[in-house]
């Protein structure tokens, strides 16, 4: 091979592989919505601030806003039911480890649901009152929230199926060990 020839591979390979960078950077997940008083969640078409406990939102490639939801555990179900979209961007839920209180969780304090610790099987429940899976960005906060609260902490992946999708808050010996993350 020649010298040019190889300068040319060389220049090709490289200007292929910032191709690829510059495709990845536009994949980043846009950032968490503001959570305003007009808010409804999706299942429930209620404002979202007659809510207490933890919010959630996902965005769609396919939409322009958010998809709202008046708790976490809504936001779960979302990516697990097969009617729902898959075109999902990001998954954004309430950080309760900076949250003002649990009847005011906050408008800003978002944390990617796929980096959150969430308690499950917690005395505290959502709005509806149903079990919660309560977010934190943080494992100090989450075990903290678990000491006072009950219940146990898993990441976003961990989180079973059944949990999500019971309305049956004693069905802790026969929920299903599926989790989120499952294939």
Not at 41 to 46: D, K
Not at 58 to 64: K, N, P, Q
Request: hydrophobic share 40%.
């Amino acid at each position: 091979m020649t010298r040019a020839g190889l300068l040319i591979g060389v220049m090709l390979s490289f200007a292929l592989a910032m191709a690829g960078c510059r495709e990845k950077a536009s994949e980043a997940p846009p950032p968490p919505q503001h959570l305003t008083a007009d808010a409804t969640g999706h299942y429930c078409g209620m404002a979202l601030a007659e809510h207490p406990g933890p919010k959630g939102q996902i965005i769609l490639a396919s939409r322009t806003d958010p998809v709202w939801f008046s708790s976490a555990r809504d936001a779960f179900a979302f990516t697990i039911l097969a009617e729902e979209s898959k075109d999902v961007r990001a998954i954004y839920v309430s950080d309760m480890g900076k949250a003002p209180t649990w009847d005011k969780p906050g408008d800003d304090n978002w944390v990617d649901a796929r980096q959150a610790f969430f308690v499950v099987d917690s005395r505290k429940q959502s709005g509806m009152g149903a079990p919660e899976t309560v977010p934190f960005s943080d494992r100090a906060a989450a075990d903290k929230f678990a000491e006072s609260n009950g219940g146990r902490v898993l990441s976003f992946s961990e989180v079973p199926h059944d949990y999500v999708l019971t309305s049956d808050t004693g069905a802790d010996a026969t929920r299903s060990t599926e989790a989120i993350g499952s294939p």
